[in-house]
């Protein structure tokens, strides 16, 4: 069974009277473990896109079945554990929390994890030794008492990832993860999720830099809300 | 629940400002809660010493309209009024004075004291306790004793650390004997002296002290059955009307002692309640729009938690609980700040200084609950925020 499988997912919005279709009807299929790409021009509903999968937003119409269950029926609130429990994203703009370290920024997601996934996730380690396992991993664990403000673009977006993976979820979707990254750091983000997907993580990435999607199996690409072309990549 | 809790305080210490403002304006209405709720809780206090005072069951004739300065010179009281109240049923611990300060000597030296001519019963209904020797027989009233009985302040000016039952006293210019000294009762209210008092029989006052002419200030009686309170109290007015005009006495009952401080209490609480109310009222709006604001700039973080799998219910949660801070640290510093005011405001209402529970209990429940509501519209609002919209608000 795929982990997710989108059909006919169409996003229509409204200004007045004037209605624009930003997604036009998108059938996708992702299997567990896949590293996909989604690229395409501005304005191409890529973002949109990652969202719907992201339970973040809703389609106008269509189905999503996760791991085989319609997930559209269900209410916002049960969409929002969802996410807590599958899915870890990363944004562009890293939304770190100014005023928490970068441990506790790490910590954040577990306080909305259901506690039946939180008893069965964390039933041999501690969470706080969870996180600081994976800032070590990430090459942050001599930053874990910092602000974000004292972070470089690099280590934020590294704090960024590290906070999608506390609630070891299914599904990391990161959104134009290098977009604010010089290309050193973005190099080293990209390296970070492939290395992930190696692990078993399934990894959707919304980008318009071909050189990020070139690390994924599979490039989607959208034009003007539609799939048009679905490839595999030369890397791997 | 640890880990929210540092998180909480860590996003109020992040804006200080913000965080400050908002305390400041519940602060307020806490304050004031707190010193109004004290000073009803002291006035109430002193109307039940008064009454206590007086006793539940007793009724004080006292010469004079109330409010109209000291009454202890008037004298339009008499003794018929004493014989006529005598009469009447189901009254008892009948008694009557009349008072003159007096300069009272020994061989030595001499000082200004109230000196009281009383009738019998005086001592026990007025609760003087005798420490030393005894108080007045029926003896010393029916053959003009010459006997006094005297506070400590009296004993203690002519014979410091010596018993004073037996020694004499001169009156004006008449030798009285000491039989006994009553037990400390400390000031009036008013700030009168009670230990600086000497009574002595009515009709020895009348022979000695100055001429009466039956004239008393003060009556005094209990009645037996409280049930009949209203009855007897009429028998004695209609008894003092007869004798005197209205303006020559007042009659001062528990039930008028309680309605006149009571009065003044609800005056109090009146004014002072309007002004709490209204500063706890503002302070809520003051901390709804910062709190309204506040969801709005931090927009995105709200949208982020919603992203990382915040439901609404814990988005309410998160804000009600930052105006709960807000709300508690307002209490807590609002309480010191009325701990420190309440003496200062109180004796300068005339009313006993008591730092009632009550008051700072009262207080922290109208902070939490105004400080919940001021921040429940804000925080259904955010928990309604489209995640995709509000992760694009970020000011970069």
């Known amino acids: 069974m795929a982990l997710i499988e989108l059909n006919g997912i169409k996003k229509v919005y409204r200004h007045g009277d004037i209605e624009t279709e930003i997604l036009k009807g998108i059938d996708l299929k992702i299997e567990r473990g896949e590293f996909i790409a989604i690229v395409g021009p501005s304005g191409s509903g890529k973002s949109t896109l990652l969202y719907i999968l992201g339970l973040l937003d809703r389609p106008s119409s269509g189905s999503y079945l996760l791991e085989g269950k319609e997930v559209l029926k269900l209410s916002d609130d049960e969409l929002s554990r969802l996410r807590a429990d599958y899915i870890g994203f990363v944004f562009q703009a890293f939304y770190l929390i100014p005023y928490l370290t970068v441990l506790d920024n790490v910590l954040l997601p577990l306080q909305y994890l259901p506690r039946e996934s939180r008893k069965k996730k964390f039933s041999n380690i501690q969470p706080e030794k969870f996180a600081e396992e994976i800032l070590n991993r990430l090459g942050l664990s001599d930053r874990k008492n910092f602000k974000p403000e004292q972070l470089s673009g690099g280590q934020k977006q590294r704090t960024a990832i590290a906070r999608a993976l506390m609630n070891k979820p299914e599904l990391i979707l990161a959104d134009e993860p290098t977009g604010q990254l010089d290309s050193a750091s973005g190099k080293a983000v990209m390296e970070i999720l492939k290395e992930l997907h190696r692990e078993g993580k399934t990894i959707i990435v919304v980008t318009h830099d071909k050189e990020v999607a070139s690390y994924a199996q599979r490039i989607v690409e959208i034009k003007d809300g539609r799939i048009v072309r679905c490839s595999s990549s030369s890397k791997n | 629940m640890f880990f929210f809790l540092k998180e909480l305080i860590s996003s109020l210490l992040h804006n200080k400002v913000r965080t400050f403002f908002a305390i400041l304006g519940i602060l307020f209405g806490v304050v004031s809660l707190i010193l109004i709720v004290a000073a009803i809780e002291g006035s109430n206090l002193q109307a039940n010493r008064v009454i206590k005072k007086l006793g539940p069951d007793s009724v004080l004739i006292v010469s004079g309209a109330i409010g109209k300065g000291p009454k202890g010179r008037l004298r339009n009281l008499s003794l018929k009024d004493v014989r006529e109240i005598s009469k009447l049923e189901g009254i008892f611990a009948l008694t009557y004075g009349i008072v003159k300060p007096t300069t009272v000597s020994s061989l030595s030296s001499s000082k200004f004291s109230a000196v009281f001519g009383v009738g019998e019963n005086w001592l ?273």
């Open chain 2, 124 to 396: 026990s209904s007025w609760n003087y306790k005798i420490e030393q020797g005894r108080g007045f027989t029926l003896k010393d009233f029916r053959d003009l004793k010459k006997v006094a009985v005297i506070g400590h302040d009296v004993s203690d000016f002519f014979w410091p650390g010596e018993n004073p039952i037996g020694k004499v006293i001169l009156i004006g210019k008449t030798p009285f004997r000491v039989i006994g000294v009553y037990k400390k009762k400390g000031k009036t209210p008013n700030g009168h002296n009670l230990d600086n008092r000497v009574f002595i029989p009515y009709r020895v006052y009348d022979k000695t002290v100055e001429k009466t002419y039956d004239k008393v200030s003060i009556i005094r009686f209990r009645v037996l059955d409280t049930s009949n309170y209203s009855t007897i109290v009429e028998e004695v007015r209609a008894i003092l009307l007869k004798n005197h005009s209205p303006n020559d006495f007042t009659l001062i009952t528990p039930v008028v002692v309680k309605k006149f401080l009571s009065m003044l209490s609800a005056t109090f609480a009146l004014f002072l309640g309007i002004a709490s109310t209204t500063a706890l009222i503002v302070g809520g709006f003051v901390l709804s729009a910062i709190f309204y604001v506040n969801v709005y700039t931090r927009q995105w973080e709200i949208g982020l938690r919603k992203a990382l799998g915040a439901t609404r219910k814990k988005v309410v949660i998160r804000i009600l609980s930052e105006s709960l801070v807000v709300a508690v640290s307002s209490a807590i510093t609002g309480s010191i700040l009325g701990i420190l005011l309440i003496p200062s405001i109180l004796e300068s209402l005339n009313v006993p200084v008591v730092y009632p529970a009550k008051a700072f209990i009262i207080a922290a429940i109208f902070s939490v609950a105004v400080c919940l509501f001021a921040a429940y519209f804000p925080a259904k609002r955010a928990s309604e925020f489209n995640p995709v919209e509000s992760l694009r608000r970020k000011i970069q």
